[in-house]
């Protein structure tokens, strides 16, 4: 999930880092290199890899993003370099960020056309340097709350919760419940997200609900479309 405003977080985010726009400092750490099973290529361009607009049910109503959205949204598991984190070792290492891939977001809204929550699915390729799922879940396991401050003071509390994965047809699989809280006391800003992921070879699946009501998450359709695009992903090995 991406800070893309300055007292909330973006629509488009992808299921997966808490990308802070606009930090400078570093966070510490090494990189944790894949398993041999993530560098087995799967062929095909992400892009026709990915599920289309018309895999999308009502009331969710889909458009795909540019490849460069993936590094301006990148994913609400992993918390990217240039944010200060507390405590520190929970931040994202170096190297970690999302690369262009491909990204597809489907955004439910109400009467008033205003969106009410949002499921994103996104597709990257690892490389040497990527956190396996493995890392990412040890490292969200030791870190159920984490506060994030960006260059201009803006302050997001963070609680992870480490849930079972769905039974799939992957190489491993993760399964986070998030929430994100920033603004005052009196009048928080808050966003509830669930997120599923899937390495399937070297391709890494993350489907994300995004909910700003406090409505209970759409598990079935989350399921569904991962489900459906880790599949589509095996047909092409």
Do not use: W
């Not at 931040?91 to 999302?98: C, F, H, V």
């Amino acid at each position: 999930m991406t800070l893309r405003r300055r007292h909330c977080l973006a629509p488009a985010a992808l299921g997966m880092v808490l990308a802070l726009s606009g930090c400078g400092s570093t966070i510490t750490g090494e990189a944790v290199a894949v398993s041999s099973t993530a560098q087995r290529a799967i062929p095909g361009e992400l892009a026709d890899l990915l599920l289309g607009p018309g895999d999308f049910s009502a009331p969710y109503e889909a458009v795909v993003l540019p490849p460069t959205a993936m590094k301006d949204a990148g994913s609400d598991l992993d918390i990217v370099d240039g944010a200060e984190v507390d405590p520190p070792e929970c931040g994202d290492k170096p190297g970690n960020q999302p690369t262009p891939g491909a990204i597809i977001v489907g955004t439910a809204s109400d009467a008033a056309k205003k969106p009410i929550s949002t499921i994103t699915i996104g597709l990257t390729r690892t490389t040497r340097s990527t956190e396996t799922l493995a890392a990412r879940r040890d490292r969200l396991d030791r870190c159920p709350d984490v506060t994030v401050t960006t260059k201009d003071g803006v302050t997001v509390k963070l609680r992870n919760e480490v849930t079972p994965a769905p039974p799939i047809d992957a190489d491993d699989t993760l399964a986070v419940k998030q929430t994100a809280t920033s603004g005052s006391a009196e009048k928080p800003f808050v966003q509830e997200l669930s997120t599923l992921s899937a390495q399937v070879g070297d391709v890494v699946v993350e489907a994300v609900f995004v909910t700003y009501t406090g409505a209970k998450p759409d598990m079935a359709a989350l399921d569904q479309l991962f489900t459906d695009q880790v599949t589509k992903i095996r047909a092409a090995e």
